[in-house]
C-alpha cells in the first residue's frame, strides 16, 4: 500500500482517515476537502469556520510501522481505544494494525476535529 492517507470512512457523521508512517503529501477528499500531510504535521481546513487545523504525529522508530503518539494543542494523546470501541469513545485518535486513524466529524460536509 502506498505510504499516506490511503482511505476514508463515513460512519454516520464520523470521518475516519486512514494515515501511514512516511506520509507526505496533499490529498483531496470526495467533498472538495484537501488534506495536507507534511513531515509530521497533518492539517486541512474547515472552511465552514475559516481556520486550519493541524495534528502534530510523532513516528515510533523503533518500529517504523506503528506510530507511538500523537500530539495536539494540549500535549501529548493518550493511549488511543481500538477501533472497535469507537462509537463508545469520544478521542479523535485511535490505533489499529500499526495504522494511526484520526476521527473527524462533519455533518453537512463540514469538517472539525472531534473534542
Do not use: C, K
Request: charged share 30%; proline share 8%; net charge negative.
Amino acid at each position: 500500500t502506498e505510504p499516506g492517507i490511503v482511505t476514508y470512512e463515513d460512519r454516520l457523521d464520523t470521518r475516519l482517515l486512514r494515515v501511514y508512517p512516511g506520509a507526505d503529501g496533499r490529498f483531496q477528499m470526495d467533498d472538495g476537502t484537501v488534506i495536507t500531510l507534511s513531515g509530521t504535521e497533518l492539517s486541512w481546513r474547515d472552511e465552514p469556520l475559516t481556520r486550519t487545523w493541524t495534528v502534530r504525529i510523532s513516528w515510533h522508530l523503533v518500529d517504523a510501522d506503528a506510530p507511538s503518539a500523537v500530539e495536539d494543542a494540549d500535549g501529548p494523546v493518550p493511549e488511543a481505544p481500538t477501533r472497535g470501541d469507537l462509537e463508545a469513545s469520544e478521542r479523535a485518535y485511535f490505533y489499529e494494525d500499526g495504522v494511526l486513524w484520526v476521527r473527524l466529524r462533519g455533518p453537512n460536509g463540514r469538517l472539525r476535529l472531534t473534542p
